[in-house]
Nanobody, 125 residues
Framework: VQLVESGGGLVQAGGSLRLSCEVS????????FGWFRQGPGEERKGVSC????????SYADFVKGRFTISTDQVKNAVYLQMNDLDVADTAVYYC???????????????????WGQGTQVTVSS
């Protein structure tokens, strides 16, 4: 499984970004997928997860109401629309298949493929 994250960048607080995760070697239909992030000096944490089959979705409390996760079966991709960004959202963002959309944790990732390079999101005040 290969995962290529993109769409990060530098944005002012209150701005928006849309992250993309291109998936190969697996499909967004057969696996649930999640977005994770790792800020400076922090552990990696779950942001949002989705299972396309039944549209099961979960969000971390710190992004609820601001971020939206989605998938595209045709493009075999996972997206994260991030609105009203805050300095605290500064991190490297990664995507990974997970066992359950309800358990959106780095401990719940499927052990296929490795973590991608991620995409850097930097929010300035």
């Amino acid at each position: 499984v290969q995962l290529v994250e993109s769409g990060g960048g530098l944005v002012q607080a209150g701005g928006s970004l849309r992250l993309s995760c291109e998936v190969s070697g697996a499909t967004v239909r057969e696996y649930a997928f999640g977005w994770f992030r790792q800020g400076p000096g922090e552990e990696r944490k779950g942001v949002s997860c989705i299972r396309e089959r039944d549209n099961s979705i979960s969000y971390a409390d710190f992004v609820k109401g601001r971020f939206t996760i989605s998938t595209d079966q045709v493009k075999n991709a996972v997206y994260l629309q991030m609105n009203d960004l805050d300095v605290a959202d500064t991190a490297v963002y990664y995507c990974k298949p997970v066992y359950s959309a309800a358990y959106c944790s780095p401990n719940g990732v499927v052990g296929i493929g490795s973590w991608g390079q991620g995409t850097q999101v930097t929010v300035s005040s």
